[in-house]
C-alpha cells in the first residue's frame, strides 16, 4: 500500500477528497494541497470541511509515514503566496523512539464518514494548544 493511498482513506464531508498530494523524490518531501474541485459552496461556503478533511489526510500521512519507519517534520501553510498549499511533510529519518504515531495505523482504514453537521462550540484554549504543539 502506498503511502498516498493511506494518507486519502481520510473521511471528508460527502467523501468528496478534497486535496491532492505531490511527492518530491529528490528533497523527500510530500506537499498537500487543497483541490477545489472538492469544495462544497452550498453546505460548506467557508471550506471549513474542506480543510478539515486536508487535515485528516495530513494526519493519515503522518501515521502511515511512521508506520513505514520514517519520522515526518509537517509543515503548515509553508508558502503564504500559494493558499492551496495547505502543508508540507518532510520525510526526515529513520523513527527513534520518540512517541510513534504509527500505533494509530490500524485506525487508517476503519474511518467513516459523518453526514452530521459541525457544532458551534468553541474549542477550549488548553485543548487548541494542544493540537498545535502536536504538529
Same mark, same amino acid.
Request: neutral net charge; aromatic residues 6%.
Given at each position: ?56 489526510? &495530513? ?9 513505514? @519507519?520514517? !519520522? +515526518?517534520? =509537517?509543515?503548515? /501553510?509553508?508558502?503564504? $503566496?500559494?493558499?492551496? &498549499? ?9 523513527? @527513534?523512539? !520518540? +512517541?510513534? =504515531?504509527?500505533? /494509530?495505523?490500524?485506525? $487508517? ?21 494542544? /493540537?498545535?504543539?502536536?504538529?
Amino acid at each position: 500500500m502506498s503511502l498516498v493511498e493511506d494518507a486519502t482513506a481520510a473521511p471528508s464531508m460527502h467523501n468528496t477528497q478534497p486535496w491532492r498530494f505531490e511527492y518530491s523524490r529528490r528533497s523527500r518531501v510530500f506537499r498537500l494541497r487543497a483541490d477545489l474541485r472538492g469544495a462544497l459552496p452550498q453546505t460548506d461556503p467557508e471550506l471549513r470541511a474542506l480543510h478539515i478533511g486536508c487535515g485528516a489526510a &495530513l494526519m493519515n500521512l503522518r501515521v502511515a509515514v511512521a508506520h513505514e @519507519g520514517w !519520522e +515526518a517534520a =509537517p509543515r503548515l /501553510l509553508p508558502d503564504p $503566496v500559494d493558499p492551496m &498549499l495547505l502543508a508540507s511533510v518532510t520525510l526526515t529519518r529513520p523513527l @527513534g523512539d !520518540e +512517541a510513534d =504515531p504509527a500505533v /494509530l495505523y490500524p485506525a $487508517v482504514r476503519t474511518r467513516h464518514t459523518s453526514r452530521y453537521p459541525f457544532a458551534e462550540t468553541e474549542i477550549p484554549a488548553s485543548v487548541r494548544s494542544a /493540537l498545535v504543539d502536536a504538529t
